[in-house]
């Protein structure tokens, strides 16, 4: 697995000490991660706008001009899925980080455990997100990335696969729902007979339905609701 971790951090003694802490971390893991610093949100972005390739950024979120903060508001309205973890002295930011989807937070001077959980945890997220299938439409075998995937429906003979918004994210294939699902793995469950939910684009589940992010309403049988609730609490914790 190769990782592309970014930190953003004005302090040099910090930034210095997380570099040193995050390559202990790769080799201890066995990781082959490629590590870029920077000084500032304004010397990120303007590296992040050459290569979007950036997997986990820790990133600071008292800096001067551009703070951490709007630097991660404005990475997720751009599209960026990095793994974010912020790095502070104060606590009281914790809260906004839900705005962002950060995945943690970790106190000034940076505990070496505390870090390597957190990624560990990154990294974990990662490898699910990377995988692929293939599988037979009209054009042919197309590849897929399963993060990309939010659901799917048995239709006739074949089953629609929904990758977004709107119907052009809609792709015919030649399989049955009871094979993707089995290709997807378990990031991926039946919430009835002819549907298939990606769990990391679930949004909300009620009694009868399950609310995707793209705002899709998926009917959820009353006998897998119990499931299903528990799995997607599980994947995020």
């Not at 991660?33 to 303007?46: I, K, N, Q």
């Not at 950060?102 to 505390?114: D, G, T």
């Not at 679930?202 to 998926?218: C, E, L, Y």
Request: overall charge negative; glycine content about 6%.
């Amino acid at each position: 697995m190769k990782v592309h971790l970014a930190i953003c951090e004005d302090e040099i003694t910090e930034s210095e000490h997380l570099v040193s802490l995050v390559c202990e971390w790769a080799r201890s893991a066995k990781i082959s991660a490629e590590v870029s610093s920077y000084d500032s949100a304004e010397a990120f972005l303007f590296a992040y706008d050459a290569d979007k390739s950036v997997d986990i950024l820790l990133l600071d979120i008292q800096m001067k001009q551009i703070d951490g903060m709007a630097l991660a508001k404005h990475l997720r309205q751009d599209g960026g899925e990095m793994q974010i973890v912020f790095i502070t002295g104060l606590p009281d930011f914790v809260a906004a980080g839900y705005e962002v989807s950060a995945l943690h937070y970790l106190m000034k001077p940076v505990c070496k455990e505390k870090l390597f959980t957190v990624l560990d945890k990154a990294a974990v997220l990662l490898n699910k997100t990377e995988e692929t299938i293939l599988v037979e439409t009209e054009n042919g075998q197309t590849k897929l990335f399963c993060r990309d995937i939010e659901y799917a429906e048995a239709f006739a003979h074949t089953t629609i696969i929904h990758a977004g918004r709107g119907e052009a994210s809609a792709l015919k294939a030649h399989i049955s729902i009871s094979e993707l699902e089995s290709k997807l793995g378990d990031a991926f469950l039946r919430c009835h007979r002819s549907y298939v939910v990606g769990l990391r684009h679930i949004r909300q589940i009620t009694k009868t339905g399950v609310f995707m992010d793209s705002g899709a309403v998926v009917p959820l049988s009353r006998r897998r609701y119990n499931e299903i609730n528990r799995a997607f609490i599980d994947y995020y914790t």
